[in-house]
């Protein structure tokens, strides 16, 4: 078997190594500054801003955003958890590639694989100035390393310590990573008004119990919070003149913090926000129904930055076309997820169209784990001592007990509670998309590629 420091030498010969210029090249110098701001939110799930539908938590800081930019409606992360997520963004390159397989912090301790370049070193080899304020979480620091680090504070705080980064005269342009650490659980709301529960429904793959419409609302407020740093950075940016030559990106890292959503492959915990500006397109206020994730994030800041690169060099591709037009080829993507805690040991990997979703459970012999802070949410603490066969749309047995294939026609059964891959009419479609989630497997050379010889 392959042990880590071959495979790392494998990824390395695939990704081939980047040249850059010491500066910014001569093309980039002459549209002036390319300055890059990645906003980070921890655990923000899909349809939970205005801009994305939700007519109950405030967020006019995104809101603003989607108004000046493009708003995506099929973005995903490829993997539903802190670490592995930050990684792909940070890389280009999938979690199983990297290295990241789960948590970076405290007895988890999952590190990075040695040998690939992420994406503040090279845009520090290029002449950027990077700074990461607030939630880092991926390790080595040497694989990520940013030459200014700024410590978590709130949102509006943090915001505005970086207003001298902002505004500095000199000629190197920013990439600011800006991640705070709302709505992460226990959620944190210090200056909103507190958001009534009586106003919260649940979504159907939650319970609608008045524990949970509790739950929802704490976390309401917290997003707000998280929501008020974006809004201070805009609003920095237009006093400084930087809002004119600042690439602005919005994501969070992996869906909402309830059981359902976070460190599952289901849409809740995997399908996310994401609003992007670039300052040089002409048509703003867009939607674009492009096909991206995570992996995608880095491609795309390199491009606008007029970083080179070549083919090889991540699994993603850049959608920095998809800010000024449309983007057209873009209808699958694809998801792996390894660990969350130490504890949470569940690989699974993904091929999810326009249309359908096959999940395939390398480990559907075990139970499915739960992380620590979802497992002691009221919403799930209220569920246990209550009991019942649902939770939410979905069988509670069906959850704990998942089989090796999961498969769902999203346009019939956008909860994923319908499982066809064991019906006679489906087995064409279930071969056509295991066919390309093993082709996947080997094209990123993933580790888990020899459980395919169970088949």
């Given at each position: 078997?392959?042990?880590?420091?071959?495979?790392?030498?494998?990824v390395?010969?695939?990704?081939g190594?980047?040249t850059?210029?010491?500066?910014?090249?001569a093309?980039?110098?002459?549209?002036?500054?390319?300055?890059?701001?990645l906003?980070?939110?921890?655990?923000?799930?899909?349809?939970?801003?205005?801009?994305?539908?939700?007519?109950?938590?405030?967020?006019?800081?995104?809101?603003?955003?989607?108004?000046?930019?493009?708003?995506?409606?099929q973005?995903?992360?490829?993997?539903?958890?802190?670490?592995?997520?930050?990684?792909?963004?940070?890389?280009?390159?999938?979690?199983?590639?990297?290295?990241?397989?789960?948590?970076?912090?405290?007895y988890n301790?999952?590190?990075?694989?040695?040998?690939?370049?992420?994406?503040?070193?090279?845009?520090?080899?290029?002449g950027?100035?990077?700074?990461?304020?607030?939630?880092?979480?991926v390790?080595?620091?040497?694989?990520y390393?940013?030459?200014?680090?700024l410590q978590?504070?709130?949102?509006?705080?943090?915001?505005?310590?970086?207003?001298?980064?902002?505004?500095?005269?000199?000629?190197k342009?920013?990439?600011?990573?800006f991640?705070?650490?709302?709505?992460h659980r226990?959620?944190?709301?210090?200056?909103?008004?507190?958001?009534?529960?009586?106003?919260?429904t649940?979504?159907?793959?939650?319970p609608?119990?008045?524990?949970?419409?509790?739950?929802?609302?704490?976390?309401?407020?917290?997003?707000?919070q998280?929501d008020?740093?974006?809004l201070?950075?805009?609003?920095?940016?237009?006093?400084?003149g930087?809002?004119?030559?600042?690439?602005?990106?919005?994501v969070?890292?992996?869906?909402?913090?309830?059981?359902g959503?976070?460190?599952t492959?289901?849409?809740?915990?995997?399908?996310?926000?994401?609003?992007?500006?670039?300052?040089g397109?002409?048509?703003?206020?867009?939607?674009?129904d492009?096909?991206?994730?995570?992996?995608?994030?880095?491609?795309?800041?390199?491009?606008?930055?007029?970083?080179?690169?070549?083919?090889?060099d991540?699994?993603?591709?850049?959608?920095l076309p998809?800010?000024?037009?449309d983007?057209?080829?873009?209808?699958?993507?694809?998801?792996s997820?390894?660990?969350?805690?130490?504890?949470?040991?569940?690989p699974?990997?993904?091929?999810?169209?326009?249309?359908?979703?096959?999940?395939w459970?390398?480990?559907?012999?075990?139970?499915?784990?739960?992380?620590?802070?979802?497992?002691?949410?009221?919403t799930?603490?209220d569920?246990?001592?209550?009991?019942?066969?649902f939770?939410?749309?979905?069988?509670?047995?069906?959850?704990?007990?998942?089989?090796?294939?999961?498969?769902?026609?999203?346009?019939a059964?956008?909860?994923?509670?319908?499982?066809?891959?064991?019906?006679?009419?489906?087995?064409?479609?279930?071969?056509?998309?295991?066919?390309?989630?093993?082709?996947?497997?080997?094209?990123?050379?993933?580790?888990?590629?020899?459980?395919?010889?169970?088949?």
């Amino acid at each position: 078997m392959m042990n880590r420091r071959d495979f790392i030498k494998g990824v390395g010969a695939g990704i081939g190594a980047m040249t850059v210029a010491q500066n910014l090249p001569a093309s980039a110098r002459a549209a002036g500054k390319r300055n890059v701001l990645l906003y980070v939110a921890d655990d923000l799930g899909m349809d939970l801003a205005g801009c994305y539908g939700n007519t109950i938590v405030r967020t006019p800081g995104v809101d603003s955003l989607a108004k000046e930019g493009v708003r995506f409606t099929q973005a995903f992360c490829t993997t539903p958890s802190c670490s592995p997520s930050r990684s792909v963004l940070l890389t280009g390159l999938y979690n199983h590639a990297n290295g990241q397989y789960g948590l970076a912090h405290g007895y988890n301790h999952f590190v990075s694989l040695p040998g690939f370049k992420s994406l503040p070193i090279r845009l520090a080899d290029a002449g950027y100035r990077t700074i990461c304020a607030g939630k880092f979480h991926v390790e080595p620091e040497a694989a990520y390393h940013f030459q200014e680090t700024l410590q978590p504070r709130t949102p509006v705080k943090l915001a505005e310590q970086c207003r001298a980064i902002i505004a500095d005269p000199s000629e190197k342009p920013f990439f600011l990573y800006f991640c705070p650490t709302e709505p992460h659980r226990p959620f944190k709301r210090e200056t909103s008004k507190p958001v009534d529960p009586k106003d919260v429904t649940p979504p159907p793959y939650l319970p609608d119990t008045a524990a949970c419409r509790e739950d929802l609302a704490e976390y309401y407020g917290s997003i707000e919070q998280c929501d008020s740093g974006l809004l201070r950075l805009i609003e920095i940016l237009k006093e400084t003149g930087r809002w004119d030559d600042t690439l602005i990106l919005f994501v969070s890292d992996n869906g909402a913090p309830f059981p359902g959503a976070k460190t599952t492959l289901y849409e809740p915990g995997v399908r996310l926000p994401c609003v992007a500006r670039d300052p040089g397109a002409k048509e703003t206020g867009r939607t674009s129904d492009a096909m991206i994730t995570w992996a995608d994030i880095t491609p795309t800041i390199l491009e606008y930055a007029g970083v080179p690169g070549k083919e090889g060099d991540f699994h993603g591709r850049s959608f920095l076309p998809a800010l000024s037009g449309d983007l057209a080829g873009r209808d699958e993507v694809f998801l792996s997820h390894t660990f969350h805690e130490i504890t949470m040991y569940y690989p699974m990997r993904c091929v999810r169209t326009r249309r359908h979703k096959l999940i395939w459970n390398i480990a559907s012999g075990l139970e499915f784990p739960y992380a620590r802070d979802l497992y002691e949410s009221k919403t799930w603490q209220d569920f246990l001592a209550h009991g019942g066969e649902f939770y939410g749309k979905r069988k509670i047995a069906a959850y704990q007990r998942r089989p090796r294939f999961e498969l769902y026609d999203l346009e019939a059964d956008p909860w994923e509670t319908e499982n066809l891959a064991e019906r006679p009419e489906h087995q064409e479609l279930l071969d056509a998309l295991k066919k390309k989630l093993r082709a996947f497997s080997k094209d990123t050379r993933d580790p888990w590629v020899l459980k395919w010889d169970r088949e």
